[in-house]
């Protein structure tokens, strides 16, 4: 484990650049419990409107927050909401979609009906208009839960097909004919093959589930008492702070959005040219430290970028 | 014959299960909704103006009727699907009494129109990109390109269009930040370029994004395409560059592509929700997204309904190309 990632830091730029950022939020986490300021407390404690200074780090804002500690709570909140909406989200995509694989026949008709169904739904229409229902009573935790519930359709399909494929492959043949129980085949020979597909799919569920949230966020569908990356956002242009000349309100949730799925992104993309060994090889065969950064892309046709 | 029974038929049924169940659920959904559109309406009709109690309770129950909110859950299920299938999507609550039809009707050509060209702009330079820096993928500037759109892919969609947004809109004030066009609609340039000038903004945060996602695929797609055989014996045979490329391994990547094309073609009645409500745009998803705060069911049932009913029948119309497009399909 801890060779696999020292090699990864050492060969792979894009793994070591994303680490590097994701360390900086670690650091901005564990920051967040030495605050100064209570965890949903910080408005009217300092001065207001002051630019970004040796004193206010990132300035503070209109209703009297110092940016820098709401942007580790919001970092540590929001990642909090999408390690709650990553675990659902994946825990029903994996389970169905492995059981789907494996069944086959009626169940995995009945199952891929549902998840055809559910992956036509327009998804964000549907979770506003949840989360417009819903709002008042909505915490970080309901919208994690409410972002996970969303996202396991098109997670279930990859892990259908992953598994559909390492069914068809000879060592599962080899281990068949040679009288090896079917729970024996699925954990000794193909977990070790699924598990790091997950951990790369996991990775990119942070992706959109950080984006989800902020959106949902800025759409002031969250609870937007308790700071996130996305209700900075939501205040900031809600007290006009582009027009008001006070950018650095917007510009810091900003460019911490833009950091963290950078990170999670560029770990994700050194993850996936670690476990594909065709990679692997291109990369062996190419001039030595040439990489090529991609992996097969997600086709969610609303994730990361969904207009 | 056969491939009629074994490939045709299952996927229309398919389709037309997709289809039932979508609607199905799109109707429960704003019913479990605690806001009562009427109870809305008649508030707000009742703001400025006494009106009489007994009144207003005839008027609540002539307006439950006139909406189907009377009876079981059951029996509103039961009449939603005859008058859906008269072709009668309703009367919106928001706005009473303009049928539902009519607004969308308005909202749909400023969601295609913006929709159909992104689209296409960001599809065709895309894949055009990747499969070049996926073919030279050792070059300097291929490796560049890559690094840059590394950089853009992860950001959410809602950060591209508030950049652009902050940038373009609220500081250099080069493009308008609210609208789709200005002065009366009329087929002229002066009209015409105003259309052009509104959606230009709200069309560049589209493409950013669709590109950056496009090129990936693409550059995906062309690497492991060129380390085949054929591609190997082409370039022995000092077969032009220019020729492989886009008439060998381009052509060989395109299946892919083209089902993601069909996909997004079929999403564009959804119409581009954040990029409307951030620029004020007055396309379908703006429409949405106004329906949602006024419990106007009538417009999110029939916008759903429109998307459900296009994306599902270009899955449809892509299942029964395949076996055109790719030889190999039919084999099976």
């Known amino acids: ?307 | 014959m056969n491939l009629l029974r074994t490939y045709i038929l299952p996927r229309i049924l398919q389709w037309a299960l997709v289809i039932f169940v979508g609607i199905s659920a799109t109707f429960l959904i704003p019913r479990l909704s605690p806001i009562n559109p009427v109870d809305e309406m008649i508030g707000r009709m009742t703001a400025f103006a006494s009106i009489d109690p007994h009144a207003v309770v005839s008027m609540r129950e002539s307006a439950m009727a006139l909406f189907g909110l009377e009876g079981t859950l059951l029996e509103q299920y039961g009449r939603f699907w005859a008058r859906l299938l008269e072709g009668d999507l309703g009367v919106s609550f928001g706005n009473f009494p303009r049928p539902v039809s009519d607004i969308i009707a308005a909202g749909l050509p400023w969601s295609v129109g913006l929709l159909t060209t992104t689209i296409i702009i960001s599809w065709t330079i895309g894949v055009f990109l990747g499969a070049l820096a996926g073919y030279f993928h050792n070059r300097r500037w291929s490796q560049f390109l890559e690094r840059f759109v590394v950089m853009v892919y992860p950001v959410p969609y809602l950060i591209t269009a508030l950049v652009l947004f902050i940038i373009f809109g609220a500081w250099l004030q080069i493009f308008p930040i609210m609208g789709g066009s200005r002065g009366e609609p009329a087929l002229t340039w002066k009209y015409i370029s105003t259309v052009l000038y509104f959606g230009f903004l709200p069309a560049l945060s589209i493409i950013i994004g669709a590109i950056a996602f496009r090129f990936i695929m693409a550059k995906a797609l062309t690497t492991t395409e060129i380390a085949n055989d054929y591609v190997q014996y082409a370039e022995l045979a000092a077969v032009p560059k220019r020729k492989i490329i886009l008439f060998y391994v381009a052509r060989n990547t395109m299946l892919p592509q083209v089902t993601d094309l069909a996909l997004a073609f079929g999403a564009i009645f959804e119409g581009a929700l954040i990029t409307e409500i951030l620029f004020a745009y007055p396309g379908l998803g703006f429409v949405l997204y106004n329906a949602i705060y006024n419990a106007d069911y009538n417009i999110i049932m029939g916008i759903a309904l429109l998307s459900i009913v296009g994306v599902a029948t270009a899955m449809l119309i892509i299942d029964l190309l395949y076996p055109v497009l790719d030889p190999r399909v039919r084999l099976r």
């Open chain 1, 1 to 307: 484990m801890f060779t696999t990632i020292r090699d990864l830091i050492k060969f792979s730029p894009s793994f070591r650049f994303g680490s590097l950022i994701l360390l900086i939020v670690a650091v901005m986490i564990v920051l967040s419990f030495f605050s100064p300021y209570e965890a949903g407390k910080l408005r009217r404690k300092v001065k207001r409107n002051q630019p970004p200074s040796a004193t206010f780090v990132f300035g503070t804002t209109s209703q009297g927050e110092d940016v820098f500690w709401s942007t580790t709570f919001a970092i540590r909140n929001t990642l909090t909401i999408s390690i709650i909406a990553v675990t659902i989200g994946r825990g029903i995509g994996v389970m169905l979609g492995m059981l789907s694989g494996y069944f086959g026949g009626i169940f995995d008709r009945v199952a891929q009906s549902t998840v055809e169904s559910f992956i036509v739904i327009p998804r964000l229409p549907l979770v506003i208009l949840i989360a417009s229902i819903l709002r008042g009573s909505m915490t970080m935790y309901s919208l994690g839960i409410l972002i996970g519930l969303f996202d396991w359709a098109h997670p279930s399909k990859r892990y259908r097909s992953q598994v559909l494929s390492l069914r068809e492959r000879d060592f599962t043949h080899t281990a068949v004919f040679s009288g090896m129980s079917t729970v024996r085949i699925v954990i000794r020979e193909h977990l070790p093959f699924i598990i790091p597909y997950m951990l790369a799919d996991v990775i990119s569920g942070f992706l959109f589930s950080i984006g989800f949230e902020v959106t949902l966020s800025y759409l002031g569908l969250a609870d937007l008492d308790s700071p996130t990356v996305g209700t900075m956002i939501y205040w900031a242009t809600y007290y006009q702070s582009v027009f008001a000349g006070r950018a650095w309100v917007i510009i810091v949730p900003i460019v911490t959005v833009v950091l963290m799925v950078l990170g999670f992104y560029l770990m994700s993309v050194g993850l996936g040219e670690y476990l594909d060994p065709r990679k692997r090889l291109v990369r062996l065969s190419a001039d030595a430290g040439e990489e090529s950064e991609d992996e097969e892309p997600r086709k969610d046709k609303d994730g990361a970028w969904a207009p």
